[in-house]
């Protein structure tokens, strides 16, 4: 029996049409935990796979984008954002999940690889998503 359960990444309406067109669109996204693996993946534009023993915590940001600390006004990114080993992976700035790993991880930004420790996605479940990571 397989025990995979996927989480639709959310987007938002200004970034469903952009995104889809760029090949990062909803059909293309989404997070998928196993018992063993977790596999998130942004169309082409970001792919992450790390076993599901190196979550050290998940948790969901209530104050949404408002709650992280970066460069820019972070209300408004949408897509694949990296910075100092945080990936922010959404299509929407509400539903997102925070998850830290116990190390850093190689994951894929579109060509280039990158160490990540810590995840930040929109997910259409934030709530499911993280009791499947608990």
């Known amino acids: 029996m397989d025990s ?9 309406r200004p970034s469903r049409v952009p995104m889809t067109v760029l090949g990062a669109g909803p ?8 018992p063993s693996t ?4 942004l169309g082409w534009a970001f792919q992450a796979s790390f076993p599901r023993e190196a979550v050290a ?3 969901r940001l209530h104050g ?6 970066g460069p820019l006004g972070l209300r408004v990114l949408r897509g694949v954002n990296y910075w100092r ?3 922010l992976v959404n299509g929407a700035g509400t539903g997102l999940v925070e998850i830290t790993l116990d190390r850093s991880i190689v ?11 810590r995840l930040v996605v929109s997910a259409d479940d934030p709530s ?6 608990s």
Do not use: Q
């Not at 059909?27 to 196993?34: A, I, Y």
């Not at 977790?38 to 993946?41: M, P, S």
């Open 4 to 12: 995979t359960t996927t989480f639709p990444i959310t987007f938002d």
């Open 27 to 34: 059909k293309v996204s989404r997070v998928k935990v196993s």
């Open 38 to 41: 977790v596999n998130v993946r």
């Open 57 to 59: 915590s998940s948790r």
């Open 64 to 69: 949404g984008l408002s709650e992280l600390h």
């Open 85 to 87: 080993g945080t990936a």
């Open 107 to 117: 994951v894929r930004l579109g060509p280039l690889r990158v160490r990540m420790r």
């Open 128 to 133: 499911g998503l993280v009791a499947a990571l």
